[in-house]
Every structure is written in C-alpha cells, then in structure tokens.
C-alpha cells in the first residue's frame, strides 16, 4: 500500500515580527518634542538673567587681580544720648548678642544703617558689630562707659559688588535661596537640552562630537596643565 505524505496541520505556525507601528513612534517622539522644548524654554527663562551675571562675573572673579579699584572709605564719630546709654547697663557683659533695639533704631536714624537684629560681641569695655555686606565692609563699635560710637564702611565698588553676589559672600539667606532656586533650573535646562540633542542627533552628525569636545576639554586641561 502506497502512503502520501502530508503536511502536519497540527504544527503551530512561528508568528511573524511584528514590525514597530511609525504612526505611533511618531507620535511618541513628538510628545517627548513637545515636553523637553517646554521645560527647556521655560527653565532657561527662569535662569537666563542670572546666568547672564554668573557668566559676565566669572569673567571678573577670574581676572580680579588685573581689575583696579578704588575703596571707599566711610568713617563716622557719634556719641550715644545718655537715656539710650544708660540701657546698656542691661546688655550682657560678654558674649553674642543683638543691640538693644532702641540703640538699633536711634543707629538706624543717625547713620542711615539697618543695623537690624545682627549680634554683637559683648566686652565689659564696648560693644562690637560687623556688618558686611556685598562689596563692602563695615563695622561699629560703641563705648560702654562713654557712649563714643565709631563706625567706618569701606565700599569697594560695582564690581566687588556683583563679585561677591556670584560667591554668595555677605547676601543673606534669601540670595542663598535664589542661587539654589537658580542652579535647579540651570540643571533641568541642561538636562533638557541634552535630551533634545539626543532627539536632533540624526539630523546632526555634529552633535555627539561637539559634546565630547565639551567633556574632552576641559578634562585634558585639568589633568594636563592643572598643577
């Protein structure tokens, strides 16, 4: 007897690669388009004037010593009313404390100072108060026994100034705050950035060179001619 062979039917059939829908790859990338450019418009609006200061300022901290200034010097000689210096009789001997508020206010008036809450180190001799402030020095000094007040400020200039904004140097918490707030929207505008040259890179063939040449550099010049 003669037998046909015949395909087994019951085999399961290897399903084919599906192959990535471009409707959708599209779409995709397109949103990712639309989320990166948003956030990376919107942090470099939020940085881009104090990166524009940090930038110009680098530039002055780095050639400081070539940069002439011309210190101000402001010194003043008052002597303290008997009411106000009689209520440093309560002011602690020695040690950090605040000024009593109605000499911080009488100072306040006759100096044109904002003394404020800032301490002030206690002696039995005097009361002694530094004020810095962003390119400028100052400080106060008061007699316990006679009320002499001496106070001298020594204003360094505009440069100084944006200098010692750049540091942080003398600014207050609140200018701490903003150099924080700043740095977080100067890394999400990079981190942004980064992935949107990602997105353009196909188009670009420059664009992963260019970034190594970013890395690159400044590498060998701190392993080369850093000593």
């Known amino acids: 007897m003669a037998y046909t062979w015949r395909p ?12 990535p829908d471009p409707v959708t790859a599209q779409r995709r990338r397109g949103f990712w388009l639309r989320t990166l450019h948003q956030w990376h418009w919107i942090s470099s609006a939020v940085c881009l004037v104090g990166m524009l200061l940090f930038a110009a300022t680098g ?6 010593a070539k940069i002439e200034a011309s210190p101000q010097v402001d010194n003043r000689a008052l002597e303290l009313p008997a009411p106000l210096l009689e209520t440093l009789a ?9 000024l009593p508020p109605a000499i911080a206010t009488w100072l306040d008036d006759a100096l ?17 108060l530094s004020m810095p402030s962003p390119g400028a020095d100052a400080w106060l000094s008061i007699d316990r026994e006679t009320g002499a007040i001496e106070y001298e400020r020594t204003d360094r200039g505009w440069v100084s100034y944006f200098n ?21 929207a100067c890394l999400v505008f990079c981190i942004t950035g980064l ?4 997105l353009h890179a196909r188009q670009r063939r420059l664009t992963w060179p260019l970034v190594g040449l970013g890395l690159v550099v400044p590498v060998l010049l701190a392993l080369l001619l850093i000593h």
Do not use: C, M
């Open 8 to 19: 087994d039917r019951t085999r399961p059939s290897v399903p084919a690669t599906a192959s």
């Open 59 to 64: 530039i002055t901290l780095n050639h400081a």
């Open 90 to 98: 309560g002011a602690p001997e020695e040690g950090n404390a605040p």
């Open 112 to 128: 044109d100072v904002p003394v404020g809450r800032r301490p002030a180190e206690w002696s039995p001799e005097e009361a002694y």
């Open 164 to 184: 010692d904004l750049h540091k942080g140097r003398n600014a207050g918490p609140a200018w701490g705050w903003f150099i924080d707030v700043f740095a977080i």
């Open 195 to 198: 992935f949107l040259l990602h």
